[in-house]
């Protein structure tokens, strides 16, 4: 198979050419110990100091609230196990979503093993956190709230502002897993009442392996990863200058070019989603129809095997992914797609294409075309599409 369509940027980034230019120096002449004396290696220190300001200025953030990590999983964890281990003697009840990131989740589920309570919120048949519920989930001993910016399966973008609003005036601090969000949609930090934040850099077209923390400057926590003075004490571990350099260079482009990729990519959706929902009868776009991220699309295919219909994409040249990549191989439906309330069965038809700027309109219309086709021939195959259509006309087999 020649064509190659990649559309799962939910799950990963091609690096740009400009990325690995700007990274491939830091990984041969420049190798230096940025925590080195002597003048060749010290210099990196500057280096990665100008990728902190960078970062900083991107979410409007002074950057000594930027901490580098290993990617978004672990800024995650950071956020989570290190507010829940400092702020212990004030509370130990932590409020979240049923539709999270298993970064955040199963860091979640490891606290309540060490005697934390978590409130899991439901939210909307849209994926939206309902404010309402939020706000009678807060106890005396509540000390975290961490709710995604951005979902990465259904794309449903959260009301952050709204929840931070709400966690500044109970003086709990508010944790938004923006690994999705970061560069597809505006963030200031300040304006949007947040004080801690994960991204991460293959998301962005960055490399992987890399990823931040923003904490809000007067924050306590706890380090995840123990050893030297690196990150002001909070991140052990010689620094990735190769890898702070290409997410740099990655937020930079991203930013640099956000509104018209945005606008770009937007439309590029709003044709996908319109093109399947008009051609493939008996489907459902899952997620806010206008309230989601620029580049996501995740539609249920009633009678269809998730798992089938991306065995059947990729002898196209497709790619895309049923549920998030963490999930698939498990027989468990998503359980975002659980929160919004589908049924298994229909869960289980789940795909997801996620655009990115290099996505063209001939690309839609190539996998619309080929989706269809393979809809049709499977629903052919199935007995409860049969025993289905037998129902509406009346017919007798
Ligand atoms: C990808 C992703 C993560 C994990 O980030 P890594 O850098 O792969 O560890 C966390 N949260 C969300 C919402 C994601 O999409």
């Known amino acids: 198979m020649d064509r190659l369509i990649y559309l799962d940027n939910a799950a990963t980034t091609k690096v740009k050419p400009e990325v690995v230019d700007a990274m491939l120096p830091y990984f041969t002449e420049e190798?230096?110990?940025p925590s080195s004396v002597y003048s060749f290696a010290a210099k990196n220190k500057t280096v990665i100091e100008k990728a902190r300001e960078m970062i900083a200025a991107s979410i409007n953030a002074k950057p000594k609230e930027i901490y580098f990590t290993g990617g978004g999983s672990e800024s995650?964890?950071?956020?989570?196990?290190?507010?829940?281990?400092?702020y212990k003697d004030k509370g130990r009840h932590i409020i979240t979503s049923k539709i999270e990131h298993h970064a955040v989740l199963h860091s979640l589920r490891a606290l309540e093993k060490d005697g934390y309570e978590v409130t899991y919120l439901d939210v909307?048949?849209?994926?939206?956190?309902?404010?309402?519920?939020?706000?009678k989930a807060i106890r005396d001993d509540t000390i975290l709230i961490t709710i995604m910016f951005a979902n990465n399966e259904i794309g449903t973008i959260e009301p952050v502002k709204e929840i931070g609003q709400i966690a500044k005036e109970h003086g709990i601090l508010f944790h938004t897993d923006a690994v999705q969000a970061y560069t597809q949609v505006?963030?200031?930090?300040?304006e949007l009442n947040i004080d801690l934040m994960s991204a991460s850099g293959h998301k962005i077209n960055g490399p992987k392996g890399i990823g931040y923390i923003y904490i809000k400057s007067g924050i306590n926590i706890e380090p995840l990863i123990d050893g030297g003075a690196q990150e002001r004490n909070r991140r052990a571990g010689t620094e990735n200058v190769p890898a702070i350099v290409g997410l740099k260079k990655a937020a930079e482009l991203a930013i640099a070019n956000m509104e018209e990729r945005v606008a770009y990519e937007s439309e590029l959706r709003d044709y996908l989603i319109k093109s399947i929902m008009e051609r493939i009868p008996y489907t459902r776009l899952n997620g806010d129809r206008h309230n989601r991220l620029p580049n996501n699309t995740n539609f249920c295919f009633q009678f269809i095997e998730g798992e089938t219909l991306l065995i059947m994409l990729d002898m196209?040249?497709?790619?895309?992914?049923s549920g998030s990549a963490?999930?698939?191989g498990s027989l468990d439906p998503s359980?975002?797609?659980?929160a919004i309330g589908l049924p298994d069965e229909i869960a289980h038809g789940s795909l997801r294409l996620t655009l990115s700027e290099e996505t063209t309109k001939e690309d839609i219309d190539y996998v619309v075309d080929?989706?269809?086709?393979?809809?049709?021939?499977?629903r052919q195959m199935s007995t409860m599409y049969a025993d289905f259509i037998d129902s509406k006309t009346g017919d007798v087999r």
């Not at 995650?76 to 400092?86: L, P």
């Not at 359980?335 to 659980?338: A, N, R, Y």
């Open 31 to 33: 190798f230096g110990n």
């Open 370 to 378: 080929k989706l269809d086709k393979i809809v049709a021939r499977l």
């Open 186 to 190: 505006p963030i200031d930090v300040k």
């Open 326 to 328: 963490c999930t698939s």
């Open 124 to 135: 909307d048949e849209y994926g939206v956190v309902k404010l309402d519920e939020l706000k």
């Open 76 to 86: 995650d964890n950071m956020a989570i196990k290190g507010i829940a281990r400092a």
């Open 335 to 338: 359980h975002v797609l659980k």
């Open 316 to 321: 196209e040249g497709i790619c895309g992914s």
